[in-house]
């Protein structure tokens, strides 16, 4: 089920081949007019054919409101999402895009270590020319399989020069984490956007050694995998402003119980990683499953991600 929020039928206006397995898409407005605003870390949703339905971070200018630039790597065990807009979408062509959605906002600070794998260096490039216009110290280190394979390399070490270093794994083996980890300044943020084995890496390395003020953000583009010490057990979740009392087996999701209630509810990923089914609690503890919440917002257990997340608790009070 798709938002009625920001939901729009943008036109394919341009397609360019950024790297092997890379292909770079312009979004446009049908009437040429202004696209709703967003700030560096936002992704959009692409409504596909069959209901496929996939988020591609944002990799152009906010302050560009007439385009949006996605960069999308042929995956080799695609569900189908990257195949289609590989093979099957071209200039001219209407998709329907939800959003955009920021779960990767850029917060302030001194100086900024950017890590990207990948393809994950979509979401940091708009990062970079914000944390330049505001005059901070930083340093991009991107890594991928091999150099042909990096998307944008040629644009950002002719923009920013010694700044960026490129660290194809063919030429230089893989990233120094640990230097890298050691090298944050107090107060210095590090994000890092790739494939899970970097950020499963860098999170441990992170763990206990950042110097005070300084904290590690994320953006994962599949689910963490996690094995539970105990089976799932049912749970009773109320809906207080529909005044339905729901209950959830094991085998069920909050989400697909709400649903089959006929609660309109805002849902996109069903992975806990985009963010769409973000919900207000109002009594119980949540057990969060999702890679959107920080664990400090975890703490605080005042909003769930329903799609996976369960409950500490035997009842839930949910905002819906």
């Not at 402003?241 to 805002?266: C, H």
Request: overall charge negative; aromatic content about 4%.
């Amino acid at each position: 089920m798709e938002s009625s929020e920001n939901v729009l039928e943008l036109v394919v206006g341009g397609r360019e081949d950024l790297a092997k397995d890379v292909v770079g898409l312009t979004f446009t407005h049908p009437d040429g007019g202004l696209l709703p605003e967003w700030a560096p870390g936002a992704h959009i949703d692409l409504v596909l054919e069959g209901g496929i339905v996939r988020q591609y971070s944002l990799c152009s200018a906010p302050s560009d409101r007439r385009h949006y630039k996605i960069a999308v790597l042929r995956e080799p065990e695609s569900r189908g999402g990257s195949v289609f807009v590989h093979d099957r979408l071209s200039v001219g062509d209407r998709v329907r895009i939800v959003g955009p959605r920021n779960n990767f906002a850029l917060h302030p600070a001194p100086s900024y270590l950017f890590i990207a794998g990948g393809i994950g260096i979509t979401p940091i490039l708009p990062m970079l020319s914000r944390a330049e216009a505001e005059g901070a110290t930083w340093r991009l280190v991107y890594g991928g399989r091999h150099r042909e394979s990096m998307a944008f390399a040629d644009h950002l070490t002719e923009r920013y020069g010694e700044r960026v270093e490129l660290r194809p794994a063919d030429e230089t083996g893989l990233l120094d984490l640990e230097t890298l980890v050691d090298s944050v300044q107090a107060g210095g943020l590090i994000y890092c956007c790739g494939p899970e084995s970097l950020l499963s890496a860098l999170e441990q390395r992170c763990d206990g050694r950042l110097p005070q003020g300084s904290r590690l953000h994320v953006e994962r583009f599949v689910a963490r995998t996690t094995e539970r010490d105990q089976p799932d057990s049912t749970i009773e979740v109320t809906l207080s402003r529909s005044g339905m009392k729901l209950t959830v087996p094991p085998e069920s999701s909050i989400l697909e119980k709400v649903e089959e209630a006929g609660v309109p509810v805002t849902t996109s990923c069903e992975q806990g990683i985009c963010g769409s089914c973000e919900t207000t609690v109002l009594s119980g503890i949540p057990d969060h499953r999702d890679d959107v919440l920080d664990e400090e917002e975890k703490a605080e257990n005042t909003s769930m991600m329903i799609c996976v997340s369960r409950a500490l608790t035997k009842e839930l009070e949910l905002d819906l």
